[in-house]
């Protein structure tokens, strides 16, 4: 009798794994993320529970699992990048006495020049196209929100350039290793308040918007979660003017708050967008994995 497979998803900051049984997820379970002290201890003492509860097949992982430091260095697919070219770099090791293939990121020189990478959302965009067969056809900007956003040209299934902004790492460094929000003071004024201030701004050179998250502060009494809110507005404002042409068609992959700011900041630059659940995506682009051996 086979075990269960275990799918994971190892950002820089969460891990979530997945129990899969006859195609359905039974159990999920999290941690911290990939660059920890101790990735395969982590992930080990995890797999312990569930082989206390019965056998397991195998695992496989995307994102930062695959970085360098972290579980496995499983390199990079250089961009352009077709499923199938991502599908046949995996690296494989093994935790608890079980087999992980941890698949590749995708990385490339943008217009020739400038270098950037991604971990996991490949496989988030490779399992969109698997639930969304239209996606696979034509030209498709897909805007992947979290700590690094990711935004991705997709031309007829193949992955052909894309752009990183560390919006989600910035306004926690904002936030709260900076004096933008403080004092810490009482004060009026909701997030999405100031997260509508701040899309009025947004477009506005940066460095010179970004000081009105304190100033609002001081003499218009305004509370921390507004100048919270103003200065994600200001992030991902600038994002949107910056990536997303007057009436185009987005994709946005994600799940929760973050993607809901995104949707807001979009009409920036009239794009209409589809909203994709993240982890439908991730689980999908982990199951086309589910057979490759390294």
């Not at 056809?137 to 991705?152: A, D, N, Q, S, Y």
């Not at 701004?201 to 509370?223: I, K, N, V, Y």
Request: charged residues 20%.
């Amino acid at each position: 009798m086979s075990g269960a497979r275990v799918l994971g998803d190892w950002g820089t900051t969460h891990l979530r794994l997945y129990r899969v049984e006859d195609g359905r997820v039974t159990d999920r379970l999290d941690g911290p993320g990939a660059l920890s002290a101790d990735p395969a201890g982590i992930l080990a003492a995890r797999l312990a529970q569930w082989q206390e509860q019965g056998p397991l097949e195998d695992v496989v992982l995307c994102g930062m699992a695959g970085a360098k430091g972290a579980l496995v260095d499983a390199g990079y697919v250089t961009c352009p990048a077709r499923r199938d070219d991502w599908l046949a770099g995996p690296t494989r090791t093994t935790v608890a006495g079980l087999p992980v293939t941890v698949l590749a990121g995708v990385c490339g020189h943008m217009g020739g020049v400038v270098p950037d990478v991604m971990r996991g959302e490949e496989t988030q965009i490779f399992g969109a196209i698997a639930l969304q067969p239209e996606l696979g056809e034509g030209r498709h900007l897909i805007v992947l929100p979290g700590t690094h956003c990711k935004w991705v040209e997709v031309t007829d299934g193949v992955l052909t350039g894309f752009r990183t902004h560390p919006t989600g790492e910035l306004f926690a460094l904002l936030t709260g290793h900076s004096t933008l929000t403080g004092p810490d003071t009482d004060g009026e004024g909701r997030f999405e308040d100031g997260f509508a201030r701040g899309l009025e701004r947004a477009g506005e050179p940066l460095t010179g918007a970004l000081f009105e998250a304190r100033a609002g502060r001081l003499l218009d009494g305004r509370s921390k979660a507004w100048s919270h809110g103003y200065l994600s507005a200001l992030l991902i404002g600038g994002e949107v003017v910056a990536e997303a042409n007057a009436g185009a068609s987005v994709v946005l992959i994600g799940d929760g708050k973050i993607v809901d700011l995104y949707e807001k900041a979009l009409p920036l630059s009239a794009a209409v967008a589809q909203r994709i659940d993240g982890e439908a995506a991730v689980l999908a682009g982990l199951a086309l994995a589910t057979g490759v051996k390294a």
